[in-house]
């Protein structure tokens, strides 16, 4: 299947910016440089501080729950559950991701 032109572009850009690594060349701040650099790469807008930051209790534990609500209050929803304890990626970067899940695009 042919990837659509803003893909493809979208691809060209990750590879040249982010060539492929071995796992012993890949530490952990390499590791977040190319998240940022790929969140930074994909055109979605950094709104994240207009987003409040809620921390509700689960079992033992404090979780930080972000709500997007892409100006919609009842519709459908996205959760999202990060697993890999933010050794790579950020808020930031994620927070785009699910905003243009909820927005649809």
Do not use: N
Not at 22 to 35: C, G, I, N, V, Y
């Amino acid at each position: 299947m042919a990837l659509e032109p803003a893909l493809r572009e979208l691809s060209r850009a990750l590879a040249v910016a982010t060539p492929p690594l071995t796992s012993a060349e890949m530490d952990a701040a390499e590791a977040r440089r190319r998240a940022t650099t790929r969140a930074s790469l994909s055109g979605l807008i950094d709104d994240t501080a207009a987003e409040p930051e809620q921390t509700v209790r689960w079992r033992d534990a404090h979780l930080r729950v972000r709500t997007t609500t892409a100006g919609v209050s009842d519709g459908p929803l996205v959760l999202y559950l990060h697993s890999g304890g933010w050794v790579a990626g950020s808020t930031a970067a994620t927070q785009r991701a699910c905003r243009a899940l909820a927005d649809g695009l």
